[in-house]
């Protein structure tokens, strides 16, 4: 068994070496990548934390987990309390801890290549206030501890073909020069895996879950580019794909193209180039042009070809949960199911469609009170059996060439409480409100998350998470810039206009400690809404997931006319949409499954 004490003792004993008083770990890599390969997991080797998002800072006698409210349950079951503190974020920050906890004289080291310039500059000012230093590192004492860290993925890039992608390479790198010469900037760094996976039309499996392959790029104001990558990622065929306006180079090469551009404007953007790579320019007398990476707005508004593809994928994907959900039906009352063994049958169940070639995170797949935890993941340890009288919650997705997709739906194992029943049509009632919304063009998302809380907030409940993330097409499934939400919430901050073509999440739920989850996701999709009469450009969502909501946990009595009818029509459509791809066994009670609520 791990003994992660230990290795917090060696890690401040490391630092001692090192004239270092404390240092900061986060959950993320030289991309700034919210899902990270295995070689970039330092967070989970020194604490024992498998969440998706969290930090930590060790001092000499104290150290902090940093997580927001999806992991207030989780961390306190794999990270031990009598080592670590647990903060939580928003509502306190790491530069509010450092300035609260670190001690005049402190050196607090930090990886540059695993920070941006924002938050140095913000956690240096909250240092200073008390005395104490913020000192980069060259090397990560992480990774000298770490005796078996495994190596990056050698594996290579792949072609995604312009049939997938509506756009080409030339295309896209064309736009980007364009926009180049608009800000007088000679190039700009592209340092977020999606981004360049986005730009180049190519995708790897370098991270679990996240198509992408760890590269770096450098387009210039003519179109033409540079891709760094590691010797043997790219191919003939890539090579070929890129043509002859991509130079390949080592990823070695990178940091000395970095030093080329003396006298040149050069774009970074601030929150996706780490501090390293800033430094790098500003020492290569680079004037820096502090703008968003051009790519995120490109690549949230789906282009015709992205949406038919994502409606493919859905389809199929929608079968596979069908075929889960009717399953876990017939076979959990047995109480022979777990948490796990119910995952590996929705896995095997999308990998017979013959598309699948990665799930699209971690699945969620929670009983009882461990569904009480937002991204709670089943491990060896933790795998919980399927009993009567609990809800099940499944939040899943796929990564398919043509789409990437993500639902949850929740499942009653026998009988269930009218409380339960009672929050899951609430919960069901705030995913209508945002479905049938109508707002003007431009709307930022947090100004219609409300919508899906206001059931809740009549009960005197909420959740404390967002309602809604951007999705990318057989790319991240957590996309921004796009998302609804608010600040006060989880991936709080600055909010994005909504967009027609912008895909997102519509998921709602509530959380009831140590006893159950809910949570009713679909994908939708931002589209034009004219309205007669009206003097403003109005936008709707319309659904692209189709997967029938459980009606034995809906009380028809808490709905309203108009909500009822939206049940009503979208089983019919679940129905007429899956039905074709579906067995005659289980295209009956799909059936069943999608009659009226009467």
Partial sequence: MTNHAERLAALRAHLATLDLTGFVVPLTDEYMSEYVGDYAQRLAWLTGFKGSAGSAVVLADTAAMFTDGRYTLQVREQVDAADWQFVQVPATSMADWLRANARVGDRIGFDPWLATVEWVAATERALADVGATLVPVAANPIDTLWDDRPAPSPAAMAVQDDALTGRTSADKRAAIGEWLTERRA????????????????????????????????????????????????????????????????????????????????????????????????????????????????????KNPVEIAGHRSAQARDGAAMVRFLKWFEETAPMGTLTELSASDRLEAMR????????????????????????????????????????????????????????????????????????????????????????????????????????????????????????????????????????????????????????????????????????????????????????????????????????RSLIVPALLTEQERAWVDSYHARVEELLTPLLDIETAAWLAAKCAPLG
């Fill in 351 to 550: 990998t017979e469609t013959g598309c699948l070639r990665d799930l699209s995170f971690d699945t969620i797949s929670a009983t009882g009170g461990h569904a009480a935890s937002p991204h709670y993941k089943a491990t060896v340890e933790s795998n919980a059996p399927i009993l009567p009288g609990q809800l099940y919650l499944i939040d899943s997705g796929g990564q398919y060439p043509d789409g990437t997709t993500d639902i949850t739906r929740v499942m009653p194992v026998g009988a269930v409480t009218d409380e339960m029943r009672d929050r899951f049509t609430r919960v069901l009632k705030g995913h209508i409100a945002i479905d049938t919304a109508i707002f003007p063009d431009g709307t930022l998302g947090g100004h219609i998350d409300g919508f899906a809380r206001r059931p809740l907030w009549e009960a005197g409940l909420d959740y404390a998470h967002g309602t809604g993330h951007g999705i990318g097409s057989y790319l991240s499934v957590h996309e921004g810039p796009q998302r609804i939400g608010a600040p006060n919430y989880p991936g709080g901050g600055p909010m994005e206009p909504l967009r027609a073509g912008m895909m997102l999440s519509n998921e709602p739920g509530y959380y009831k400690a140590g006893e159950y989850g809910i949570r009713i996701e679909n994908l939708i999709l931002t589209v034009e809404r004219p309205v007669p009469g009206g003097d403003l450009p109005m936008l709707r969502f319309e659904t692209l997931t189709f997967v029938p909501i459980e």
């Fill in 186 to 301: 000679d190039a700009v760094i592209l340092s977020a895996l999606d981004s360049i996976a986005w730009t180049f039309n190519v995708r790897g499996t370098d991270v679990a879950h996240t198509p992408v392959a760890l590269s770096y790029a450098i387009v210039h104001a003519d179109g033409t580019a540079e891709l760094f990558a590691a010797p043997g990622k790219v191919g003939e065929d890539v090579a070929r794909h890129l043509g002859n306006a991509v130079q390949v180079r080592a990823m070695t090469d990178f940091a000395t193209a970095l030093a080329t551009f003396a006298g040149k404007r050069v774009a970074a953007d601030p929150d996706r180039a780490v501090a390293a790579i800033h430094d790098a320019l500003v020492r290569s007398g680079a004037t820096i042009v502090a703008e968003r990476d051009p790519t995120v707005l490109a690549k949230a508004i």
